[in-house]
Nanobody, 124 residues
Framework: QVQLVESGGGLVQAGGSLRLSCAAS????????MAWFRQAPGKEREFVAA????????RYADSVKGRFTISRDNAKNTVHLQMNSLKPEDTAVYYC?????????????????WGQGTQVTVSS
């Protein structure tokens, strides 16, 4: 089993920044990609960003490209999401997830392990 715990969420004004962290424990990394998803009230969970095992490949949703940066530290079993220039539409619960495969994928169904989520609220 793998446990994922997110932290770093909070309330921020539009234009501000937050850094989310995801700590993994248990049967941790064995090469799978990691990702961040988010879910706003009344909406489906959506892909935000993903990163390969060695950090050499990343992928972002168009809505966050240029503003968010995903990174990972395998020695510390952590994944981070640096969020800059935040907008009210970024308000959501953000989830960390581990893919079922080594490649970067964007579908919710391709991820087998999820954290409990951390709330991000951006005020206008």
């Amino acid at each position: 089993q793998v446990q994922l715990v997110e932290s770093g969420g909070g309330l921020v004004q539009a234009g501000g920044s937050l850094r989310l962290s995801c700590a993994a424990s248990g049967r941790t990394y064995s090469g799978e990609a990691m990702a961040w998803f988010r879910q706003a009230p009344g909406k489906e969970r959506e892909f935000v960003a993903a990163i390969s095992w060695n950090g050499g490949s990343t992928r972002y949703a168009d809505s966050v490209k240029g503003r968010f940066t995903i990174s990972r530290d395998n020695a510390k079993n952590t994944v981070h999401l640096q969020m800059n220039s935040l907008k009210p539409e970024d308000t959501a619960v953000y989830y960390c997830a581990r893919a079922n495969s080594f490649g970067i994928v964007v579908d919710v169904g391709e991820y087998g392990y999820w954290g409990q989520g951390t709330q991000v609220t951006v005020s206008s």
